[in-house]
């Protein structure tokens, strides 16, 4: 998520400078709304499990906890010895992290956000326990600068609805996998019809164009020459998400005005109930574990 000018929704999709922009500037607005953690959408609905939390932020940060552990359990299954691994769109970092802990791998990092890499700096730097395991750098996953067979396997958490051409991230993640790796993602499928007002206010909060149907998005996967291996719907997640980060911005509004000053809450505003309810009405959220032929 992040805070745009944007206008319409049928209008261009953000280039990747302009989504780094956007986390540069609120990044620290998205934390106090969504939570900390990561920044992606938390595993609300957890799998057979309830964890206490006294605060709905502390909530926010339990469930990112628990889907990026949900997913780096999934991604961890069948991979060799000391593998090499890509987090795209490793926003500040703990994911990686994560990863690296729970492979025993070693973990590349990538992010179009200046400010989210010095976050990774910090977060790595206090990490002395995965001895040069994990590296984070500037990179965008439409245009990776890395050679082709050269990871094990890859995720990407909420990176690929900001994308402006998903097909061309999907050929690109193809391109660096090994013979047999895997790509684990999470995206957005536009559910119904387009309702304008709030397909509006998701792409400029997200910054992002707007969600496709899902179908789009398994013909893009099949023509860029992956085949999947599993599909998990996690919508229920989404939609608490958007309540949750509605609430807490009513909630923290004078402190996000302070923060970021008259014009940045004039222009979020009217943005967050149209949000709320497409987050709740309009779209699902979706796992997917994507298999690179062996040959």
Known sequence: MAVTDSSASSGPAPAPEEVGAMYDRFGDLLAMVLGRSALHVGMFVPHGERTAATTLLGLSDLAQDRQTEFLADILAEGLP???????????????????ARRTGGRVTGITVSREQLARCGERLTAATDLDGRVDFAYGDVMRLDHADD???????????????????????????LRPGGH???????????????????????????PPTPFATLLGEVGEAGFHVVRVQ???ANVALCGELMYVL???????????????????????????????????????????????
């Not at 536009?190 to 509006?200: L, S």
């Open 233 to 235: 719907n996690m919508t």
């Open 81 to 99: 010895p000391d593998p090499r691994l890509l987090d795209i769109g490793c926003g500040t970092g703990g994911p990686a992290l994560h990863l």
């Open 183 to 209: 790509l684990l993602m999470t995206e957005f499928a536009r559910r119904g019809t387009d309702i304008a007002p709030e397909t509006e206010a998701f792409t400029q909060l997200w910054a992002s164009p």
């Open 150 to 176: 050269t990871y094990d396997a890859a995720w990407s958490i909420d990176c690929f609805p900001h994308l402006s051409d998903r097909p061309a991230g999907l050929r690109e993640v193809r391109r660096v």
């Open 249 to 295: 911005y009513q909630e923290r509004r004078d402190e996000i005005e302070q923060r970021f000053g008259k014009e940045a809450v004039a222009h979020t505003d009217p943005l967050m109930e149209p949000f709320r309810a497409f987050c709740r009405d309009h779209v699902d959220y979706y796992l997917l574990l994507l298999g690179k032929p062996e040959i």
